[in-house]
């Protein structure tokens, strides 16, 4: 498992339910030097969302429990300060407007390059800590 | 001679002398003039005291010589000569008797007229035998009013006392004459007063302290309908009507002009509106009041002269009216409102007077109902919509002649033929029509007066038309115009409206901004929010704002116009996608005013671009689908996975070797975990594969290609609609049948044909061609051709296009084609591509033609 550390804000948190995606992205960003959590469980993430700041989630679409997007329904109303990057496995351009006109920060569509992720991801933490 | 001397000549007694002065007295008393009362005293005197002749001598109207008066008395018919020359002789102060009598004011004896040096008339006395002679000044004060003189035909010596009874009797004579002097004279003055105070147009109304009417004229008794009956003056108002300007409320007592002026005060110009039974219409009077006083300046009472201005009143109203008319056009209230008023104003005008205005239809042919409010419904209903002409009564023909047209009856002129009938129902005898005219004389109606007698239009019926002409011209006019206004302006909203256009101005110097309603909502702005530049700016998305700001900074600079396209973030995150043009206004020192410009909401049209591509990608997909079977989203889904997985995990693996700090463990796990994902991916690729094999199996049958052709333009009709685009066929009737899979078939030419209108895309609509077309080979084979006019093809090697990975397209997966390629192959058929020799590029194919019996075989 990835490392954490409750005391910094800058914790990235991950939710697919493909362990090999979960944890390569999990190393990329650690190897950006930034804290991640990982959740392979929506359920688990929303859980902790309650009761954690969480300034960024990167969110995958299509996972066995729940659409990505309803998690970024519920996000919505549980933190509404969180970021949200949605990855996708598939092209969905319905997926990708709703998304975006949620305020959805980035929508990716997997394979996708490691460093337009990694400047999604900074710019979606420097939006988080100057609002 | 001495006194006395003749004292016994004198035939009276003092008691007859005292008797003939009562006489006198009483007879001039009675008498009805001067000249009787004058001839009483010759008369009497002569008779009484024995004198022979006596005559009366007036001054003449310029007092420069007396006359002699008409009175006389002649005891002796042979006088009569005397008579005749004292009638021709006039006579200047101090000469003959009458003279020196006038001149000295005092009575004057001569013994002998034949022997007076200063008696003109002494041959005339001579020849009838006259002697003594006295004359006797009539006095009235000082002045000499006349002198009597008395003759005898014997000379006398002078008797003092007769000369005292005639005086006294002189001066009764006066006293009587002065008084009826002055009653004449009062008689004279009074009847001219009388006559003026009858025949003036002012009333005059004199009235004592107590309010007792002294003098009430004629013109008076008119004016407030009655004569002076005596009512205290607190009830004047009430008796005669009178009304304060307001016409409703009565006139208060205590300050009505006679009252004030009763009270001793002067009163000017005060204006009463009188109405009463004799005048239900009521007329207006200005009154001035005076109060009347005494010798000692104590007021005796007061005067009042009231002067009719009806007249002057009804016109003051009359241009007061015609302004409200105007103030209402000017206020925009209704066309047949404005009529309306303008109709019932002129017919106040005149008793009796109807009027009409109708308007010309739109269509120059026909007559509109404009305003009529007191002509009978049936004529106005019957004339509505009735065409004009040279013969249609008065206002058709006004109109299409352009002129007034006078109809004194309509009973007989023949322009009323066809209306006769409606006409004598209605009433209506005389029609006088004239037509209205814009200021470019332009015909816009007409303006009639009805009478119900024959005659043709008075002085002041000529002028109340042209003012009515005037007015309506001006209130059809600038109801056209309002229209024409009201019609652009609906069609500007309109249109803006179903355009979603926002309109907005923002004032650079004030950073305030001003946002249509519609701009509002596309915006998100609260209805009533004060906005600025900064509010509407901060809406932009953060990823367009510097662009957006950077085309706005531009604009404000060059004085010229921006345009933009970017996405709006509404409250709650929603976004926009707008289009924004705008355009600077500057004032004649080039001073930057403010900047108006248009915010279009496309999210719509965004929607509609994702959709499409959606269709497109779905087509796409369709082709796979076609191709690999049941290969789904969730298949290439599986494939990204492990795809993405080992992308990642060699991007993670590479930065941590370039930072050096790379833990080995770390990485061991890291390169088994890309290897598993390989292989993770090979086995779904291997899925697929088999999912393609199962493919081949797609059930086959014959085909007549130009329907199948046909049945693929119908799928893509609206694409190509909504890329304004055409698609032309030409089919051929020969074609023969080809045995196929329709499903497949029809991906092929979906394929092609949406290729083709990628092609034509960037043309101008008008270019954006596609043709069609289909041709039998000998009959062997069906030949399909796909043609466009877009840039072409690699010149080098057009069929490159069906290599793997290749496209021309910057969203293009480079496999459409190859998969085009392999479906032809697979039913024995032959695909080309090339470029067509003026433009474009044609893709061809051609299928075997069907074996007979090919319909009893499935493959």
């Not at chain 1, 729940?66 to 092209?91: A, D, F, H, K, N």
């Amino acid at each position: 498992m990835t490392p954490s550390n409750k005391s910094t804000a800058e914790i990235v948190c991950l939710v697919d339910d493909d362990p090999g995606v979960l944890k390569s992205i999990g190393r990329l960003l650690v190897s950006e030097g930034l804290l991640v959590r990982s959740f392979d469980k929506p359920k688990t993430f929303l859980a902790y969302v309650q009761t954690n700041r969480v300034p960024l989630v990167v969110l995958d679409i299509w996972m066995e429990e729940m659409s990505g997007l309803e998690v970024q329904e519920q996000i919505s109303v549980l933190s509404p300060s969180t970021r949200v990057i949605i990855i996708t496995g598939r092209e969905d351009p319905v997926a990708k407007l709703t998304a975006l006109d949620r305020g959805v920060f980035a929508f990716l569509t997997k394979p996708f390059d490691a460093e337009e992720f990694l400047v999604a991801v900074r710019g979606a933490l420097a939006m988080e800590i100057s609002s | 001679m001495k006194p006395g001397e003749h004292r016994e000549t004198i035939d009276s007694s003092r008691e007859e002398q005292l008797s003939l002065l009562q006489t006198i007295t009483m007879e001039v008393a009675a008498a009805g003039d001067l000249s009787s009362a004058l001839e009483v005293v010759l008369r009497r005197v002569c008779e009484k005291t024995g004198w022979a002749l006596g005559q009366a001598w007036v001054p003449n109207q310029d007092r420069t010589a007396l006359d002699c008066g008409p009175g006389w008395f002649c005891g002796n018919t042979d006088l009569k000569r005397f008579r005749a020359a004292s009638e021709e002789a006039h006579f200047i102060p101090g000469v003959g008797l009458p003279g020196r009598v006038w001149k000295s004011k005092r009575p004057a004896w001569i013994e002998d007229v034949t022997l007076d040096g200063n008696f003109p008339r002494n041959k005339a006395a001579g020849k009838v035998g006259l002697k003594a002679a006295v004359g006797i000044p009539i006095l009235s004060g000082d002045e000499v009013i006349a002198v009597i003189e008395f003759f005898v035909q014997e000379a006398r010596a002078q008797d003092e006392r007769l000369v005292k009874v005639i005086t006294a009797v002189a001066a009764q004579l006066d006293l009587v004459m002065e008084r009826k002097r002055a009653e004449e004279k009062l008689s004279t003055t009074n009847e001219i007063l009388q006559s003026i105070l009858s025949s003036m147009a002012d009333a005059v109304i004199v009235a004592d302290p107590q309010g007792n009417f002294l003098l009430f004229n004629p013109a008076a008794e008119r004016m407030f309908g009655r004569g002076a009956t005596q009512t205290a003056s607190s009830e004047w108002s009430q008796q005669y009507g009178l009304y304060l300007p307001d016409r409703v409320t009565p006139f208060p007592p205590d300050q009505l002009p006679l009252t004030r002026s009763i009270r001793g005060e002067e009163v000017n110009n005060v204006e009463i509106f009188v109405r009463h039974a004799k005048a239900p219409q009521g007329l207006w009077t200005r009154v001035n009041g005076r109060p009347l006083r005494g010798p000692d300046s104590e007021v005796t009472g007061g005067v009042i002269v009231c002067r009719d201005i009806t007249e002057v009143k009804k016109e003051e109203f009359f241009l007061f009216d015609q302004s409200r008319v105007l103030e209402m056009i000017a206020a925009n209230a209704s066309l047949s409102e404005v009529l309306t008023s303008l109709v019932l104003l002129m017919e106040g005008q005149a008793d009796g007077l109807r009027c009409s205005i109708l308007l010309l239809d739109q269509d120059g042919k026909h007559v509109r109902h404009g305003a009529a409010p007191n002509l009978p419904e049936t004529y106005v209903k019957a004339v509505d919509g009735a065409a004009i002409g040279p013969r249609n009564g008065s206002c058709g023909t006004a109109m299409y002649l352009r002129k007034p047209v006078v109809v004194k009856d309509v009973m007989t002129d023949p322009l009323w033929a066809d209306y006769r009938t409606l006409a004598e129902i209605c009433g209506l005898r005389a029609c006088w029509s004239t037509p209205i005219l814009s200021p470019q004389g332009e015909v816009l109606g007409s303006f009639a007066m009805y009478r119900q007698e024959t005659r043709g239009p008075l002085p002041e019926e000529l002028r109340l038309t042209q003012i009515a002409t005037h007015i309506a011209g001006i209130a059809i006019e600038r109801q056209r115009v309002q229209e024409t206004l009201r019609e652009r302006e609906a069609r500007i909203n309109l249109a803006a409206e179903s355009a979603d256009l926002a309109f907005w101005v923002i004032y650079p110097e004030q950073k305030t901004a001003w946002m249509s309603d519609k701009g509002r909502v596309i915006y998100g702005f609260d209805p009533d929010l004060p906005l600025t530049r900064d509010l509407i700016c901060a809406r932009v998305h953060p990823d367009e704002r510097a662009a957006a700001h950077a085309a706005f900074d531009r604009a404000c600079e060059s004085h010229g116009t921006f345009e933009s396209e970017h996405r709006l973030v509404l409250p709650h995150g929603r976004t926009r996608w707008v289009i924004v043009r705008g355009r600077c206004l500057a004032d004649e020192h080039g001073n930057l005013l403010e900047l108006i410009g248009v915010t279009i909401d496309v999210s719509a049209q965004k929607q509609t671009d994702l959709q499409l591509q959606i269709q497109r990608e779905e087509m796409s997909h369709l082709n796979r689908v076609a191709l690999m079977g049941e290969m789904t989203a969730s298949v290439a889904h599986e494939l990204n996975q492990p795809l993405t997985a080992i992308a990642n995990n060699a991007s993670a693996a590479r930065r941590f070797l370039e930072r050096g700090n790379i833990d080995p463990a770390l990485l061991q796990q890291l390169l088994q975990d890309m290897v598993a994902d390989s292989q993770r991916a090979g086995e779904v690729i291997r899925g697929i594969r088999a999912l393609v094999q199962k493919d081949k199996n797609i059930a086959r049958s014959v085909l007549n290609l130009n329907a199948v052709i046909a049945d693929t333009l119908r799928l893509v009709s609206s694409d190509v609609l909504l890329r304004e685009s055409a698609v032309a066929t030409e089919m051929d009737h020969t074609l023969p049948q080809v045995e196929a899979a329709p499903v497949q078939i029809q991906q092929v030419l979906l394929n092609l044909i949406m290729n083709a209108l990628d092609a034509v895309e960037s043309l101008p609509p008008a270019e954006r061609r596609i043709i069609v077309r289909t041709r039998s080979l000998n009959g062997e084979k069906a030949e399909v051709s796909v043609r466009d006019f877009g840039a072409g093809l690699p010149k080098d090697r057009p069929d490159k296009v069906f290599d793997h990975f290749f496209s021309t397209k910057q969203t293009g997966m480079g496999m459409g084609l190859t998969i085009v390629r392999s479906i032809i192959e697979m039913h024995g058929g032959k695909i080309t591509a090339e470029n067509a020799p003026d433009r474009g590029a044609r893709f061809s194919f051609h299928l075997p033609a069907a074996r007979r019996d090919s319909r009893s075989e499935a493959a």
